[in-house]
């Protein structure tokens, strides 16, 4: 049958296809006249499926359903759903995106987006977890335990405290960092009108200058060569000069403090800090990550790092002037929220005395860089 489709009792319409050609041929009919015919393709949905798909969330909080969760709950339901990907700490597994951080980085060729560094709205947060997480088991997780996530990842971002508790009645007082990073699609005012212009196509430039010839375009010109050697030479002797020095400067009161550290302690304590390489560097090229390197840890200013951004807590320890030493580290490592009320970390803390002894053995081996 062309031009057309089988209906029941054995009539025949014209199908949706047929198009203009059709339509020159005969008077188009009235839109009324075509209500409730459906062509055989499909029917109307039903109210349940239709709420089956309606499930987004927008910014002013339309579509949330009722419901809350708190950050400590949140880091249990993180934990077991999210952390084989994402990380304990939103630092995230292998090449799966990070969760926490990435503040600043939004102006580097690789920025890091996240929730703290980069999304305007909270409500997407919420809007992907529950629709399309865990990875594998989609739309699994209670919406209260959409909550509780989603108050995790802003206390991983240091967007709130640990005693925080996100509900539908106060999720849109919560205001993410770059909300105002973002305008609205403006092509139609200013791209469109600029690629509509007549285009040039002679005398469109004043003049063409050859500035470099392929056979050089690959190589740094002799001038600049020289001049980058020759400051390279200059540069040289100075750390030459301070290396000396430190060789005939004495050995300082901590150095052979550490030198005494019984080297058994000090093998423990390495197999015990496995436990903290997620987070923390230490050693030659240590850098932080989720937490701050621990080199020269031992007598440094509590929160000292400049370019580290830590917790609230560790902040005012730095105003007050403390100091980590053996007790106060300790005491830390033993129970880290109990120590520093508030701290972004959420190791629950060594076992033993033993392990902490060996760890601050360990770590003291290594010097500021």
Known sequence: ??????FEGGTSRPALFVGAAWAESHESPMIGELEGITFDLGREALPEEVAAWNIDI??????????????????????????????DFGEAVGRWPVLAGGWDTLTHEDPVKTPGSYWPYLSTVWDY????MPYGQAQSLTDDEVYAI?????????????DFELSNENFTEVRLPNEDGFFMDDREEGEIPAFSEEPCMENCK????ITMRATI????????????????????????TEEAAAEEAPAEEGATEMAAVDPALVEEGEGVFRKCRACHQV????????GPHLNGVLGRTIGGLDDFRYSGVFEEAKAAGEVWGPENLGAYLADPRGAMPGTKMSFAGLRSEDEIAV???YLSTFEAQ
Not at 1 to 6: F, S, V, Y
Not at 129 to 132: D, L, P, W
Not at 206 to 209: A, F, T
Request: glycine share 10%.
């Open 206 to 209: 004043d003049s063409v200058e």
């Open 58 to 87: 927008r910014p002013d909080g339309q579509g949330l359903p009722v419901g809350s969760g708190d950050v400590w709950t949140g880091e249990e339901v993180y934990i077991e759903n999210c952390a084989m990907c994402h990380g």
């Open 150 to 162: 989603t108050a995790y990842l802003l206390y991983l971002n240091n967007l709130v405290d640990d």
């Open 217 to 240: 375009l690959d190589v740094t010109p002799e001038e600049e060569e020289a001049e980058v050697t020759e400051a390279a030479a200059e540069t040289s002797d100075e750390p030459a």
């Open 359 to 361: 760890m601050i053995a």
């Open 1 to 6: 049958m062309h031009a057309g489709m089988a």
């Open 129 to 132: 977890v529950h629709r399309a």
């Open 283 to 290: 050693g030659e090229g240590a850098v932080n990550r989720t």
